[in-house]
């Protein structure tokens, strides 16, 4: 729904209330827009005066259709019960399985803020262990499951490549399935690609942090520094698109403090190359296992500019791309992590480390699983109450469970509202089908 509302006058006998999980807009003089991000619905109102007071003069279908966007609620609190309700749906989802695959932790680069560092290197998954996950994702995909989304990781996954491609070539795939490789870009030769060809595998993610001089000094080559990855992973990109139209590449750009400067070249790079996939950006953290230093503030606007100077460029985002919605996955039944010792992590970021670590994978119906699983899907921990009616409960969730736990709580509200909320606006403003 994208509905713009000409006439609000107050009126005492309304039922309705505007939904705190929805995200409110200042849109200038005259104009304030609510935005709910579960289904993209917005409407723009004509003066601040509902906020204090959000009785309307509307006619009832006009109404009926906020209330159908989620825009409008009876109270805050079935806001709230209703926000609970569609966490435990996504939660329990039984159509859909998810399952990422760390094939080994080995790489040919050597990234500061990798979240794996300090994982010993020549870990990797055994024959055995992948025999054993083929089993287990063929058993669960028998239990009614309609869709599969399968992502290949590493380490560098292009390393394991025999591995990924048995176990691919021996799922019992659904008609409705999706497969990823999170690769840094540096071995899809001729050869690798035309393996990716023959399985129909068009999702790639490949990483590239600012421009030639940012990106090799944080994703430097371990065995022979003075080479640049960048220039190979250009080149590599530009083999893949000429390959086949079907590939669909996302460049990922990592923000620190080494890399922000880059940006601008980086752009002027995909550009000249014609680049035709999408362009992201994620703030780097600070991992539990790194001392890296070069972790921006939130206090800052970095990825808000970063985001729409890639627009002049053609890369447009949505404005909430890079958070979750509903319910972190850490906490699905439907989303398995599997580390190369045959193990499953609640936690992309916890990987091979013990607080994460769940039950093996060889037998997904066991009890023993069922009960290693449960021990963190039913942690779920409430948001605090300051989260409760706050409107980024959807896309938050009371934050990132992994850095609460090793960083201690740090509400990221401000970063939303100098971010996402600044590119949300630009979106709504400019009547962009991007938001």
């Known amino acids: 729904m994208q509905r713009k509302l000409t006439q609000l006058t107050d009126i005492s006998d309304s039922q309705w209330s505007l939904n705190p999980h929805c995200i409110t807009l200042e849109l200038g003089d005259d104009e304030i827009g609510l935005f709910n991000p579960l289904n993209s619905a917005y409407a723009i109102f004509p003066s601040r005066n509902y906020i204090d007071n959000v009785e309307f003069s509307v006619d009832s279908e006009t109404i009926q259709d906020l209330v159908d966007a989620g825009l409008l609620v009876p109270t805050s609190e079935d806001a709230w019960e209703e926000y609970l309700a569609r966490r435990d749906l996504v939660r329990y989802n039984e159509e859909k399985l998810s399952v990422v695959i760390y094939l080994g932790y080995d790489c040919n680069l050597g990234c500061p803020y990798c979240y794996e560092n300090g994982i010993a290197r020549k870990q990797q998954l055994t024959m055995s262990n992948a025999a054993a996950i083929i089993k287990s994702i063929n058993m669960l995909l028998s239990n009614h499951v309609k869709m599969l989304d399968l992502c290949f990781i590493g380490g560098e996954p292009l ?61 430097p080559y371990l065995e022979n520094p003075g080479e640049s990855s960048f220039a190979d992973i250009m080149k590599n990109i530009h083999m893949i698109e000429a390959a086949d139209p079907r590939f669909r590449v996302t460049v990922n750009c990592n923000l620190s403090e080494y890399t922000t400067d880059g940006v601008p070249g980086l752009l002027e790079a995909l550009q000249s190359q014609n680049f035709r996939g999408d362009l992201v950006f994620s703030y780097v953290f600070q991992a539990g296992s790194t001392d890296f230093e070069g972790v921006l503030a939130k206090k800052g606007t970095v990825w808000r500019d970063c985001v729409l100077q890639a627009e002049k460029y053609g890369y447009h985002s949505p404005a909430f791309r890079r958070v979750g919605y509903v319910a972190c996955p850490m906490y699905g039944d439907d989303y398995y992590i599997v580390g190369p010792d045959g193990y499953t992590y609640s936690c992309l970021n916890g990987i091979g480390r013990f607080p994460y670590k769940a039950g093996l994978f060889s037998n997904p119906f066991s009890s023993e699983f069922r009960y290693f699983r449960a021990k963190r899907i039913e942690a779920n921990p409430t948001p605090m109450k300051i989260c409760r009616y706050c409107e980024y409960l959807s896309i938050c969730h009371g934050n990132c469970t992994y850095l609460n736990e090793n960083n201690g709580f740090d509400c990221p509200k401000k970063s939303w509202e100098r971010n996402e909320k600044e590119v949300l606006k630009e979106h709504i403003m400019s009547d962009s089908e991007i938001l």
């Open 159 to 219: 390393m394991y490549r025999d591995i990924y491609e048995t176990i691919f070539d021996s799922i019992q795939k659904p008609e409705n399935y999706s497969c990823q490789i999170v690769t840094n870009g540096t071995l899809l030769d001729r050869e690798a690609i035309e393996s990716l060809v023959r399985r129909g595998i068009w999702d790639l993610q490949i990483t590239l942090d600012g421009d030639k001089e940012s990106h090799d000094a944080s994703r």
